[in-house]
């Protein structure tokens, strides 16, 4: 199916650093949205950007909705061990369905 | 925990056998979605319920797998004669009405 394309793929961390990832489309998106997935479980909402050029931010998490409806991105600052899963960005383009990039995987080193 | 819940947790079966999945939404959302995600991929959109009503089914949804929510409140995804292809997790996820969706735990499926 149809998917976003996120970047990086994985990320390996000191605990403290910043992170960053990104989502590109070709495609418009009415609404951004990341998500967060720890293993054998579903996903958690994270954040939730409804217009172009908003800057969201969720404590230690920022996001923003690309001024050109096409791309978003992720920062979380001063990365700690919690912060450790998938991390997965969607568009959605219609009122029902969500578009799905393939997940950034964030790994921090001891 | 989001408020949705999914039964069962994890499910192992034989190829050819019918498994069925439940889906508990939160109690007030009429919009209910299934999907189903691979290892090391993003989830893909199965099929979405608007009360009782089933209003898009993804090609993804081959004639084995059907889905229903008879009263709009809990539903479920039966696949019949199951194929090790079918193997993944299944999500399923509830919004109020165009919102943000939020995802139960998953049933992920195994298919020997």
């Known amino acids: 199916g149809q998917q976003l394309n996120q970047s990086p793929q994985s990320m390996f961390i000191q605990e403290g650093e910043d992170v960053s990832m990104n989502c590109t489309s070709s495609?418009?998106?009415?609404?951004w949205l990341w998500y967060k997935q720890d293993p054998g479980e579903g996903p958690v909402l994270l954040i939730a950007l409804y217009k172009a050029g908003e800057l969201t931010s969720n404590g230690r998490l920022t996001a923003q909705f690309g001024t050109t409806r096409k791309d978003s991105f992720l920062n979380i600052s001063a990365s700690i061990p919690s912060d450790v899963g998938i991390y997965f960005c969607?568009?959605?383009?219609?009122?029902?369905?969500?578009?799905w990039g393939a997940g950034t995987k964030l790994i921090i080193k001891p | 925990d989001t408020g949705v819940s999914q039964d069962p947790r994890h499910k192992i079966t034989k190829r050819g056998q019918n498994v069925t999945f439940r889906c508990d939404p939160i109690?007030?959302?009429?919009?209910l979605y299934w999907y189903r995600q691979t290892l090391g991929q993003g989830p893909e959109f199965l099929t979405y319920f608007q009360n009782e009503a089933q209003l898009e089914k993804s090609r993804l949804l081959s004639d084995r797998f059907s889905a229903e929510r008879p009263k709009g409140s809990f539903s479920t995804l039966e696949i019949q004669r199951t194929e090790q292809g079918d193997s993944a997790m299944y999500l399923c996820?509830?919004?109020?009405?165009?919102?943000?969706?939020?995802f139960g735990p998953g049933t992920r499926l195994l298919v020997l």
């Open positions: 109690s007030e959302h009429n919009r």
């Open positions: 495609s418009i998106f009415n609404t």
């Open positions: 996820a509830s919004n109020p009405s165009a919102e943000t969706q939020y």
């Open positions: 969607a568009g959605q383009r219609s009122n029902y369905q969500l578009i």
